[in-house]
């Protein structure tokens, strides 16, 4: 119905107003001086009012495949429409860099909040849609020195060990032979718990964590099927006046267990300032203990309790939802994969297969490993090998045979190539080799990683006797600070899932030229992270803040980075060590995990990892 209603209603406008312009503002004749057309990036025709058809496609996936498949065809820079105003989706890490850090002054805004967000983003007086000004910067200045500072991040080291025997408890309760451990709810719980008592400053039972779990997620959850109301919302908020009612409804709710919690904390506040309460060594500076004194620099005043339930409500979502998000994928390819120590002739597990297999495997496969082994040892020995500077290595593909056949039958090259292919079914092989070769093999990154973390931390210590009160030991900042493999781990963990495969759009403030294009002022302009994360043609070493090149941009990139980033990164390098410290993880059954992706308001995992634990030093219970 809501396609329908766009299509129908925008035609009948379109239909309207084009006379009433066209009386108004004539036609060019020969005349008249024509203004030059604004040379935009290539894309799909649209619809005059209603724009690209694609935005009317439901499927999260068609919307990305149909994006990648214009990308193929019109290249790393494409335009689409959303009604008369212009999207300009960006796809290359080059052309991503010269946006957000070469031009970062032009890329920074947000676009105007439309109905539904005026609503959810109290007129844009939050940090991720505040327009790019004073407002903006103090807020975002506020989170950063107040919060994220390392030392502010440091006093909640208490709080992150007390998250981390919750959700140990959880994991040990729920373990099954059978069925394995689902894993997601536990992690989104274990979030859920640490962000609420950064935020407010209290350790808070289940019941009050489940109302604001409930809370927020219903909001993100039900945010796509609002869209709808943001098409023309005067009409909106009467033909789907129930859908109206339902986003306030939702927001009212989100205020009925937020705001409680917020006066709560602000006699907490109060009662400290006046001396009259003891000092407590588990106290922390919570969130919303820095928002009730700011003064808003537009306006003149302090926040109101609606903004701060947004400021919260956006605090909670950056550090819930895309931490566990990401954290189940890291552990998914920890566990996923066979062994990595295989036999390569096949003669048991076939894990790849460059020489063939069976009978007929190629007899010569032990002199080329051979010769393989011992001219790349030598050549290592001798000499040391870099890229070329400024240059990074090109791994793509060519057929050769297929070429060379090509060039030397002249008159029939298509029949010989085919006349080879049927022989030998060389598309088939081809195709299987890069298969086998590609078999997600993460077991040995779980063994390296527990290795490493035994270097540095040592192994875990011997469960005291049954008398002794049992103080859990965790892995803490200063060891992550030198696991350079859990790093990697991590990183490459969110480079081949990011948790959301756009960023929020940016508006430029001026016209602006990219890769020969125009991108015109206001124009709505995203970045494809995922498609971004996965170019070959970026060197590994990189800077994740992308200030001097992107490789990948899952946290942006430039002045509107998630100003997070780096407290979602200790945050999952600190839970998957101390997950892969405690316990030995393997796949249900020795089946691989599936990796399909299904998006919600992240793109999370189409079937949610089930796992077998084994703890390795933890006292059963």
């Known amino acids: 119905m809501e396609t329908w209603f766009i299509i129908i209603i925008s035609l009948c406008i379109s239909a309207l107003i084009k006379p009433i312009f066209n009386l108004v503002f004539p036609p060019p004749t020969s005349n008249h001086k024509v203004k030059k057309k604004t040379n935009l990036p290539p894309g799909p025709t649209a619809i005059p009012l209603i724009g690209s058809f694609i935005y009317l496609r439901r499927n999260f996936s068609e919307f990305e495949s149909a994006i990648r498949s214009y990308r193929a065809k019109h290249g790393p820079i494409i335009t689409l429409r959303i009604g008369s105003r212009p999207a300009i989706f960006i796809g290359t890490p080059a052309l991503a860099h010269q946006a957000l850090v070469q031009n970062g002054a032009v890329f920074s805004d947000r676009p105007k909040a439309r109905a539904t967000g005026k609503i959810t983003s109290s007129n844009q007086h939050n940090i991720s849609s505040a327009r790019y000004g004073p407002t903006w910067r103090l807020l975002r200045r506020n989170l950063t020195s107040e919060i994220l500072h390392p030392s502010r991040v440091k006093s909640y080291s208490a709080a992150r060990q007390w998250v981390l025997e919750i959700l140990f408890e959880r994991l040990v309760g729920s373990r099954s032979a059978a069925e394995g451990v689902r894993l997601v709810d536990h992690f989104q719980y274990a979030m859920f ?15 009050q964590i489940r109302d ?7 909001m993100l959850v039900n945010s796509s099927r609002f869209d709808i109301l943001n098409v023309w919302p005067m009409l909106g908020k009467i033909v789907f006046h129930s859908r109206w009612q339902e986003l306030l409804q939702l ?10 919690l917020i006066r709560s904390r602000r006699e907490v506040v109060k009662r400290r300032q006046q001396g009259k309460t003891e000092s407590d060594k588990e106290s922390v500076v919570a969130y919303v203990d820095t928002l009730f004194d700011l003064e808003l620099p537009d306006e003149k005043r302090k926040l109101d309790e609606k903004e701060m339930v947004t400021l919260c409500s956006e605090f909670l979502d950056g550090g819930t939802d895309t931490t566990s998000t990401a954290l189940q994928w890291i552990m998914a390819n920890l566990v996923n994969g066979s062994p990595d120590l295989f036999d390569i002739t096949g003669s048991r597990e076939i894990k790849m297969m460059p020489f063939g297999a069976g009978r007929r495997i190629c007899p010569a496969a032990g002199l080329a490993m051979l010769h393989l082994e011992f001219f790349v040892a030598n050549l290592v020995w001798y000499f040391e090998w870099t890229a070329v500077e400024g240059d990074t290595v090109d791994l793509s593909e060519k057929q050769e045979r297929e070429e060379k056949a090509q060039r030397e039958r002249d008159g029939e090259p298509l029949q010989r190539v085919s006349q080879w292919r049927n022989r030998y079914d060389l598309h088939c092989i081809a195709m299987d080799h890069g298969q ?17 973390i035994n270097g540095i931390v040592g192994p875990l210590p011997q469960p005291r006797e049954q008398n002794e009160k049992e103080v859990m030991v965790m892995i803490k900042e200063e060891h992550l600070r030198r696991m350079s493999y859990l790093k990697s781990v991590v990183l490459e963990g969110l480079r081949r899932h990011p948790p959301s495969h756009f960023v929020l759009p940016h508006t430029v403030t001026k016209d602006v030229e990219l890769e020969g294009c125009v991108v015109p002022k206001d124009a709505l302009v995203n970045f494809l992270v995922a498609d971004i994360g996965c170019d070959p043609k970026v060197a590994d070493l990189f800077d994740i803040t992308g200030s001097r090149e992107i490789k990948m941009m899952l946290f942006g990139a430039g002045r509107r980075i998630c100003p997070t980033i780096g407290l979602a990164l200790l945050h999952l390098e600190f839970f998957v060590a101390n997950l892969v410290w405690y316990f030995e993880w393997k796949t249900m059954g020795g089946n691989a995990v599936d990796l399909s992706e299904k998006q919600e308001f992240m793109t999370v995992m189409k079937y949610p990892l089930r796992a077998y634990i084994s703890p390795r030093g933890l006292p059963e219970k």
């Open 436 to 452: 086998f070769g590609q078999v997600p093999s993460c077991s040995h990154v779980q063994t390296k990683l527990y290795e490493e």
């Open 193 to 207: 718990c640490l962000l609420v008592l950064m935020c407010f400053g209290d350790k808070l039972g289940e019941k």
């Open 212 to 218: 604001v779990e409930r809370v927020q997620r219903q």
């Open 251 to 260: 927001r009212q709710s989100q205020e009925d267990v937020l705001i409680p």
